[in-house]
Nanobody, 126 residues
C-alpha cells in the first residue's frame, strides 16, 4: 500500500507560480513511475507530468511543456510540480499518483496508477 498526500495548491493570478508537493509513504519506491494529473470541472482527468527511474526521465503534456517542471527528492520521498506562467485553463484539482510496479505503456495511462492522493485545488483567475 502507498499513501500520497498533496499540498501547495491555492489561488493565483494569471502568469503566477505555484509549487505543488506530494509526500509518499508506505510501500513506495523512488525508481517507480509517479505522475501529476488534473481534473477541471466537467472535464476528464488528464495527465500533466510524469517522472520515473528515480528522476532520470520526465514527460509532460503538450499544454504544460515549458511551463511546468516535475521533480522528486528520493531521500524525502517527495514529488514536486513547479508551475510557472499559470493560465486560467490550468484551474483544476491536481492529483499525485504512483504506478504499480512492472507496468508498461503510456506514462499517462491512468490504469497504471492504483495509488492516488486526495488532490489539491489550483485556481488561476484575475
Amino acid at each position: 500500500q502507498v499513501w500520497l498526500v498533496e499540498s501547495g495548491g491555492g489561488s493565483v493570478l494569471p502568469g503566477g507560480s505555484l509549487r505543488l508537493s506530494c509526500a509518499a509513504s508506505g510501500d513506495t519506491y523512488n525508481s517507480g513511475l509517479r505522475g501529476w494529473f488534473r481534473q477541471a470541472p466537467g472535464k476528464e482527468r488528464e495527465g500533466v507530468a510524469a517522472i520515473w527511474q528515480g528522476g532520470m526521465y520526465t514527460s509532460y503534456a503538450p499544454s504544460v511543456l515549458g511551463r511546468f517542471t516535475i521533480s522528486q527528492d528520493n531521500a524525502k520521498k517527495m514529488v514536486y510540480l513547479e508551475m510557472n506562467g499559470l493560465k486560467p485553463e490550468d484551474t483544476a484539482m491536481y492529483y499525485c499518483a504512483e504506478a504499480a510496479r512492472g507496468g508498461s505503456g503510456s506514462v499517462f495511462d491512468q490504469r497504471r496508477f492504483p495509488y492516488w492522493g486526495q488532490g489539491t485545488q489550483v485556481t488561476v483567475s484575475s
